[in-house]
């Protein structure tokens, strides 16, 4: 069974730029998490789906940030315009059933860098 | 406050050797999970414990829960050089708290061949 994935694993903009992340969660999985680290400090939450609803997007750092997910399915992440603080890797996870009691899968990562 | 802060921030071993990593937290949780994150790749999961859980294991992995001390360790025995990553221990909410998992800055472990 396929995990988590990401694309792309790499990007590289510059200030001002525009960026969309992309996660494909586990098949079957309607629990689709957001989340970023910046460099040396925590993992930080952005927000959480189920199915196609926002259930919390109270991590998300600002109006420049904006998440989408369409039938249910893959989430995109857009930056826009990009910032230097928003460097860092941005994590997508998903889960099924009850977002409480199930582990959660993470996929490899996004490294996001702004110049 | 920071829930999920790991202990201590760096651990340089020899292969081998056993490496304990600590966790603390502040309030009262339902699940606690260690992580685990190779350099360039994505968390893998390693352990989850329940509250009313005090000691799991895993493989090599022995994780003991403290909910009196509000506190976790994560315990890898005879360490192997594959076992360099960073590990974070993450905390949800408790009962009527958050459900998200809330990361600390995690210990960065390596160990030499």
């Known amino acids: 069974e396929a995990g988590v994935t990401q694309f792309p694993s790499h990007s590289v903009i510059e200030k001002g730029q525009t960026v969309t992340l992309r996660c494909d969660p586990i098949s079957g999985h309607d629990n689709l998490y957001w989340y970023r680290r910046v460099m040396g400090k925590e993992i930080k939450f952005l927000l959480h789906f189920v199915k196609e609803s926002k259930q919390d997007e109270s991590g998300m750092p600002n109006n420049r940030f904006l998440a989408e997910r369409t039938g249910g399915t893959y989430s995109t992440l857009k930056v826009q315009p990009a910032e230097l603080e928003d460097s860092g890797v941005y994590f997508c996870?998903?889960?099924?059933?009850?977002?409480?009691?199930?582990?959660?899968?993470f996929g490899p990562g996004t490294r996001l860098t702004v110049l | 406050s920071q829930q999920g802060e790991e202990d201590p921030q760096a651990l340089s071993i020899q292969e081998g050797e056993n490496a304990t990593m600590n966790c603390s937290y502040k309030?009262?949780?339902?699940?606690l999970q260690w992580y685990r994150q190779n350099s360039g790749r994505g968390l893998v999961h390693l352990i989850l414990?329940?509250?009313?859980?005090r000691e799991k294991h895993s493989g090599r992995l022995r994780v003991t829960l403290d909910t009196s001390k509000k506190s976790s360790s994560l315990l890898i025995t005879a360490s192997r050089a594959a076992d360099t990553a960073s590990y974070f221990c993450a905390t949800d909410g408790g009962i009527g708290g958050s459900y998200i998992p809330t990361f600390g800055r995690g210990t960065s472990l390596i160990v030499h061949p």
């Open positions: 309030t009262s949780i339902n699940n």
């Open positions: 996870a998903s889960s099924q059933g009850k977002a409480r009691y199930n582990e959660q899968f």
């Open positions: 414990i329940r509250s009313n859980e």
